[in-house]
């Protein structure tokens, strides 16, 4: 595509309006990538709610950004997918689950962490 002439600061504007444009379809027509969402907006009340300490919090953001970022990735390769090839495929069978195994280590990943910060201070409590 052609570089248009409006300024820098113009073109990085119209740039983040794009990608906000990407948000709002992910968030309102991906079914995978809302539950992602929700789930991460219910670990920041929890952590709110439990005082985690600022490296939990940063352990919490950064697999919870993995799992969106793979999640937004795998429904963008769906959508490209069934654009190239609506009919039947072996090989878009392929690359459909590898996408959705990525989403999948990441989500274990992210699932994993929230066990190691929250089972002490959820669970243990009970029993003390
Ligand atoms: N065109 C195709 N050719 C071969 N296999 C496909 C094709 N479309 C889907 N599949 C198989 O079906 C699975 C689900 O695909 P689908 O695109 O429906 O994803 P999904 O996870 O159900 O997402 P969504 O609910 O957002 O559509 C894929 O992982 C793949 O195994």
């Known amino acids: 595509m052609e570089e ?10 119209r740039a983040f309006g794009h990608a906000g444009r990407g948000l709002r379809l992910l968030a309102g027509k991906e079914v995978h990538f809302r539950i992602h969402l929700a789930a991460f907006m ?30 937004a990735f795998n429904s963008v390769l769906e959508r490209l997918c069934d654009f190239v090839s609506p009919e ?3 090989r878009i069978k392929d690359i459909k689950d590898m996408s959705a195994a990525a989403v999948t280590l990441a989500a274990i990943a992210a699932f994993v962490t929230g066990l190691i910060i929250f089972i002490p201070k959820l669970i243990f409590p009970l029993f003390s």
């Open 42 to 71: 219910l670990v920041l009340l929890v952590g709110w709610w439990t005082e985690i300490s600022p490296a939990e919090w940063l352990s919490i953001i950064i697999v919870s950004g993995l799992v969106l970022a793979a999640e």
């Open 88 to 90: 039947y495929h072996a």
């Open 4 to 13: 248009s002439n409006d300024n820098f600061f113009v073109r990085r504007k």
